[in-house]
């Protein structure tokens, strides 16, 4: 089938501003698109940058924009994004810089790993042997131990689009690696430094990250029970944990949000300063009737939503450390 | 159609014109809505951060309660349909989980049927998908020619597909264009039409959730949009209660972008009065919109 690409280049040694170029290839039916670029690469304009290696979504290498959403190249097939004759988009992964065209530079993508200290930090000495850890506590790691550090999720992030201080999805997923472990003795520190700003509380939720992995390693979902473990942990310094502290506190009280004191929780109950911040916004909120009711509606059933949060509301996060890590 | 009706906490706080909006439209529609008061809040994927388990049985008495009616559910807010539709799909892989929630929603006599299920539908879903553009066109009074509309979905509408129901429907991410068109506007489309509106970091980190919002609206606005529309209450509140914050972080300027709750719009097209359905009930003026409208 012909394949015709539409592929965004850029040399900042030439001085020159990124373009789209087109590219017609005549490929086979199961072709994927780095099929399709490795073709133009080798028979039809060797400037073409691109970055690859293993060809079977292992290596991590070839994560770009293709259609405008972060894919694996080579796990891409064209016939699942365009008929015969249609254009694909290809573009270099965002959210980092690119050194020349479909390559882009993962060193910021590096650096916010190694910030997260991604190595396993014990306590008392080693074995004698090597650790055993039960299986079940290896399984519940099983989704971030699949990360192939490709910078899919870190390309269409929507918290990094507007602040490059985030640690963003793939580190934080890496740290719930070691947090989650039960051979790791440093929970608490870890806690304490992912619950900086620019950690686990700036991201949006926003489950991009989620839908694009190509490994399912679902990073929003790992950032989710670090920020249970720190909440647990009772690292409450921060407006991301008073904020969910706040909000369950205030759902428990009237079985639905009370929108007028979530804000002000938030900030500390005694935090007048933090507080007063919301009041510019008041006389917005007041003159087109949106001002939250001071005295929230209670539904009648709130002695069983009670209920419910007494019943599951104190049990430790799961699935944390299942099992305590026994050397030999 | 008959719909058990949860119209979410945030209509009945911060955007009450969502719900004064959405119950003067359905009887037009010929939808009854059977409104579950005693429901409770979803936990919009805060109170899971908490614990995943209460969250679950927080909505297992919701869904419960309509599965008593024997009615699918209709909800008027992205992030519940999102929170709602990971619940269900996590209490249909967990029996054991279900089982264990049902033993406490026995002590109400309540029950949630996990393996039955239950459709869970937003409102832009219903019309899709239940009542048909076709049925929607043959309602409108006054197509809303010459208004140009953008949508905007928010996130849990959207993502994760596999759970939202995107292999049985997939063009869901596409359900706003549709009812825009259908309804007689012309469409503007633009990138961060599917992207975050920055609320859930609002109170978190102020400056990221209000430059998300601005860049959105920029876009929009660049695009020639004389407004947006959203199935979500959440994104309402961060693109136009905090419009006027966010317009600082603007990269164009004199940002005005009026944000329109989606039965605001349907209800425009119905021939309802603006300020029936609080069209000026929003921080952002809707000038824009009568004036696309009257010209």
Redesign the interface.
Known sequence: MQVKLKVKRFDPESGEEPYYQQYSVEMPETATVLDALIEVREYHDGSLSLRCSCRSAICGSCAMRINGRARLACKTSVRSLAEEGEEILVEPAGNMPTIKDLVADMAPFWDKVRAVKPWLQPSGPPPEREYVVPNEAMQALGEVMNCIMCGACVSDCTSLEVDKTFLGPAALAKAWRFVGDPRDAQDLSRLREYSEPSGIWDCTRCNICVQVCPKDVKPMDQILKLRAAAVHEGIRNNNGSRHTLAFVELVNANGRLDEFRLPIFTEGKFNIIGQLSYLPSAPRMIRSGKMPPVFPHKISGVKHVKRIFKQFGEREPGPAKLVSAGGH | MRYAFWPG??S??????LYTSMVRVAPELGIELVEL?????T????????????AD??NA?NFAMAQRLDLPLMNICSTCQ?VQSMAQNRMRKNSKLAEE?NL??A??GLHYDAEAGLDVKNFLWVLVEDYGLDRLKSMIKKPLTGLKAGPFYG??I????PILGFDEHPDRDKYLEFVIEALGATLITYEGQD??C?F??L???K???L??AA?HLSEAQQEGADCLVTPCPLCHLNLD??Q??AAKYASVNGLEVPILHLPQLIGLALGISPEEL?VN???VSSRKVLAALSS
Not at chain 2, 12 to 17: I, N, T, V, Y
């Open positions: 906490c945030v009945k706080g911060a955007a009450p014109e008061y005693d429901g409770n809040c936990g919009a994927g805060v109170i899971s951060e908490h614990s995943m388990e209460t049985a927080l008495r999102g929630i406490t929603l002590e109400e996130c849990y959207l993502r994760p597909e992207k975050c920055g859930p970091i109170t978190i980190n400056q990221n959730s430059t998300m860049n209660a905090q006027p914050d609080r009930r929003h921080v």
